[in-house]
């Protein structure tokens, strides 16, 4: 009778730990933000979208893979989560970008930008996964990619020369992030952009 008693006990003290931890565990899991512009971002752009580890990107943070996986159908369905989160903070960039249009390019364009791939846009690393990965993958990438053309559309005024732009400096940086001299990386040709005429 009395080690049913000490059980229950037991129990009854560890209700509130559990539940202390199932609210952490819920406001963190709904909070996709924390995962795509931290771990999961960095981690998407240091070991590219088919490379994530989704327990990884959890332990990171403080919760387990059960934890996502209660939250997301799949791994695909919590990287497509991050794509949006990723892209969706380049688009936001590139609408805020308190510079001009020249100046942000050539930020864009830097070596800092060039040697910290898990710093910056995330379009570098992970366009080549993207093309091998599923189709919702491809998909969520898709429609996050109309609105990074979108922000840029407002800087330059058109939709071709905005996807032209963004084609030329997001190969412009991969090939940069490929060679390993900084002056070879640097020497490659730049996108460049002349503004319409009134």
């Not at 059960?66 to 497509?80: G, R, T, V």
């Not at 830097?110 to 080549?128: E, F, K, M, N, V």
């Amino acid at each position: 009778m009395r080690e049913q008693q000490d059980d229950a006990d037991l129990r009854v003290r560890l209700r509130p730990r559990k539940r202390a931890r199932q609210l952490f565990e819920h406001r963190a899991v709904h909070g996709v933000a924390l995962f795509g512009s931290r771990r999961g971002g960095r981690q998407i752009k240091e070991r590219g979208v088919l490379g994530a580890g989704v327990d990884g990107i959890a332990r990171g943070v403080g919760l387990t893979g059960a934890a996502l996986y209660s939250h997301f159908d799949s791994k695909q369905d919590f990287l497509c989560a991050i794509l949006r989160e990723e892209l969706g903070a380049t688009a936001r960039r590139f609408l805020s970008a308190n510079t001009t249009f020249d100046e942000m390019l050539a930020r864009y364009l830097s070596l800092a930008h060039t040697r910290a791939p898990t710093q910056g846009c995330a379009l570098p690393a992970i366009t080549s996964d993207v093309a091998r990965a599923d189709a919702s993958v491809r998909q969520a990438f898709s429609g996050t990619l109309t609105e990074v053309v979108d922000a840029l559309v407002q800087r330059v005024g058109s939709r071709e020369a905005a996807l032209g732009i963004l084609a030329a400096a997001q190969g412009a940086v991969t090939l940069a992030r490929a060679l390993p001299d900084d002056a070879e990386a640097q020497a490659l040709p730049r996108p460049s952009w002349t503004p319409p005429r009134s």
